[in-house]
């Protein structure tokens, strides 16, 4: 069946601009993550879906940056005002519930440059 | 510190060859554990979960240990294709996050 699918694969963008990521989960996953990934570094989490609800936004970076899920399926992430530190692969993730031991199926992500 | 640290290699081992590492974590709390893939470019796969007595799946074999906090894989055998970023990753009891080390990164050569 098919995976989790994100778009845009690529984005470049000015400095200042907004911008928004989309995340179609795996059909029927009621989890779903976001996770960012700068050059040379470890995946760092974002923000968590239970259904449409995000009950943890402590890990978004700073107010720049929203993410919400619609219909218990698609999510997007937007950042607005974009910073060159912004700059790295955004991945999705989905899981079947929201459980720790649950296994998370990754997007190929996008790659966000900001110039 | 960082939550989860890990040499990040390169490992360079010949095909037939037995390669190990480990990553250690911070939080006592930590509760689950895996191992994850990441290709050159490509979306990190979970690999295997990484069980308080220790599992095998095929050539890959997975230790925890909680007193000292460190996680290992070791690879039997290795094929060109194993040659991959392996990703540590552990979340703590209550928490849904995964927190991921920067990975290994491993290349088997002919």
């Known amino acids: 069946g098919a995976g989790v699918s994100q778009s845009p694969s690529n984005k470049v963008t000015e400095k200042g601009k907004d911008v928004e990521l989309r995340c179609d989960p795996i059909s029927g996953h009621t989890a779903l993550y976001w996770y960012r990934q700068s050059l040379g570094q470890g995946l760092e989490f974002l923000i968590y879906f239970q259904g449409n609800s995000a009950p943890d936004k402590s890990g978004l970076p700073s107010d720049r940056f929203s993410a919400e899920r619609t219909g218990g399926s698609v999510s997007t992430l937007t950042i607005q005002r974009t910073q060159q530190e912004d700059s790295a692969v955004y991945l999705c993730?989905?899981?079947?519930?929201?459980?720790?031991?649950?296994?998370?199926?990754f997007g190929p992500g996008t790659r966000l440059l900001v110039l | 510190r960082k939550e989860v640290e890990q040499d990040p290699g390169p490992f360079n081992v010949p095909e037939g060859a037995t390669v190990a590492f480990n990553c250690t974590y911070s939080?006592?709390?930590?509760?689950?554990f895996f191992w994850y893939r990441q290709d050159c470019r490509k979306e990190p796969k979970l690999l295997m979960s990484?069980?308080?007595s220790g599992n095998e799946d095929g050539r890959f074999t997975a230790q925890l240990n909680r007193a000292s906090q460190y996680i290992s894989l070791l690879i039997r055998d290795s094929k060109l294709s194993d040659s991959a970023t392996y990703l540590c990753?552990?979340?703590?009891?209550?928490?849904?996050?995964?927190?991921f080390g920067a990975g290994t990164t491993v290349t088997v050569r002919a």
């Open positions: 993730a989905s899981s079947l519930v929201l459980a720790i031991k649950e296994t998370q199926y």
């Open positions: 990753v552990v979340s703590a009891s209550n928490d849904y996050k995964l927190s």
């Open positions: 939080n006592s709390a930590s509760q689950s």
């Open positions: 990484v069980y308080s």
